[in-house]
Structure formats: C-alpha cells, structure tokens
C-alpha cells in the first residue's frame, strides 16, 4: 500500500507541475546515440595505419562491421514499423508533422539500406583478408569499414533531434506563458539538429569527435523545464515536507504518549493477560 500510495504521489505531483517526461525521454535518446558514437569515434582514433599490429586491428574491424550490420538490420525493421504507424497525436498542432515525418523516416529507410549493403560487402572483404595480406588492401578495407560503423548511429540521432524538435514545437505553440523558454530552448535544438544534418561520417575523426563533443554541451540544456514547471516542483519540495510536519506535530501533541503512561498501559495489558489465563 505505501509503494502504491507513493507511486500515485508521484504521478500527481508530475501532473500537478506539468513536467514534461516526453521532452527528457527524447533529449536522453539523442545524448545516448551521440555519446555512442563518440566513443566509436574515439575507438578509430587510435588507428594509425596497419604495421605490425596487423591481425588485431583486422580482427577488431570484423568485430565493429559485425556489430554496425547487427546494429542497421534491426534499425530497418524498426522503421518499417514506424512508418506504419499513426504520427503522435501530441505533434498534430503541427500542420507539416506528417509529411515530415514521412519523408525523415524514408530517408532513414533508403540510407540504412544502403549502409547494409556496404557494410555486407566491407565483412565479405574482411573474411577474405589474412593478417599477412598486403597493407595497402588491407588499410584501404578498415578506412572504407569506419565511417560505416558509424553511419547507422547518426540516421538515428537525426531521426531523434527531429522529433525532439517537433515535440518542443509542438509545446510551445500550446503554451503561452513560456514562448520565452520555448523560444531560448528551440535555438538550442536547432542548432544540435542542424549539426547533425551537416556531419558526415567520412571526415577525419579528430573533427568528428570535436563536433560530437560540441553536440554533446549543446544538449544538455535541452533538458531544462518551463519555469512554471520549477516553480511548481520547488513548492512541491519545500511545501509537501513541511506539511506532512505539521501534521505529524499535530497528531504527536494530540496522541502524546509519556513514559508514566507507557508503564500504565503495560500494566493494564498484564492485568488484562492475567485474566484471560484464568
């Protein structure tokens, strides 16, 4: 019952001072994809070229093209399913949610499909490849396999950022008293959206990993809330506790229980004890 009662509280209280989950589910999708992509992106720095360590770095890029093909298949059947769906009901203030939608996760159908069928081709070099094969073959197999271990990860951070970016639309065309925070904070997604858009996988990954580092800062204030929304959360924390203490101290004065009257009582149940033994 009190798991019950506190899981009610809470949802009240998020009712109450109108927090938006959807905006933090979305925000926290986007920081995952990128920060994934990051430390892939970090992983590749260390390729220098091939020499001696050749059979571990032929070894590693089987593993990373396995793990990105793995990753794109599921990625396609995710889409189809998506694109099957009703768009969200909460994004159909706006009037080109649709068709941009549409056409995002068309794009996003056609690309993967295409990183598939190269990646596919990279792994059918790769098993070919022995750890003694010629450097130049085999360098030019690993730098055609890293920007498609890539690729997938950022379709799906795209994907993300436009629909973070409708959602924030969306709010801040129902919400009138916070057009200021709406305005800062579509600046910030925009400006992470349009990024994302113009970084291509190819560059060299010391750019790549200073841009994602960039996107990274930029998306943490994605996070914040409408200020009515951490007003209301600071009432609630501050006022909720001191409430319940009142009445704690009500009931306390009003139910108080002294030691003299603690011994009486004992008393009184040894008696009644007793009693019910006869």
């Not at 704690?248 to 009582?265: C, N, P, Q």
Request: charged share 25%.
């Amino acid at each position: 019952m009190g798991s019950a009662l506190a899981s009610f509280v809470t949802g009240v209280l998020i009712v109450f001072t109108m927090f938006d989950e959807t905006q933090v589910t979305k925000v926290d999708k986007i920081q995952g994809s990128v920060r994934e992509m990051r430390s892939i992106v970090q992983y590749w720095k260390g390729y220098q070229g091939l020499g001696s360590t050749n059979k571990e770095w032929l070894e590693n890029t089987k593993t990373k093209t396995a793990e990105a093909l793995t990753e794109s298949k599921e990625y396609i059947t995710y889409l189809g399913k998506e694109s099957l769906k009703e768009p969200d009901k909460a994004n159909r203030i706006l009037t080109t949610y649709p068709d941009q939608r549409k056409n995002m996760l068309s794009n996003a159908l056609l690309t993967t499909q295409a990183t598939v069928n190269e990646l596919e081709q990279v792994q059918s070099l790769l098993v070919k490849l022995v750890p003694r094969a010629q450097d130049s073959l085999m360098n030019a197999t690993v730098i055609k396999a890293i920007p498609l271990t890539l690729e997938t990860k950022l379709v799906k951070a795209r994907m993300y950022s436009f629909e973070l970016w409708s959602h924030l639309e969306a709010k801040s065309l129902e919400t009138k008293n916070s057009r200021e925070h709406y305005d800062v904070i579509m600046q910030d997604i925009s400006g992470v959206n349009n990024r994302l858009v113009s970084m291509n996988t190819s560059s060299p990954m010391v750019l790549l990993d200073n841009e994602l580092g960039a996107i990274e800062t930029k998306i943490v204030p994605l996070t914040q809330q409408t200020p009515y929304t951490l007003l209301m959360m600071r009432v609630v924390e501050i006022g909720l506790p001191l409430l319940l203490s009142i009445f704690s101290i009500f009931f306390v004065l009003k139910y108080s229980l002294t030691e003299k009257r603690s011994h009486e009582i004992k008393d009184l149940l040894r008696q009644r004890n007793l009693t019910n033994d006869k």
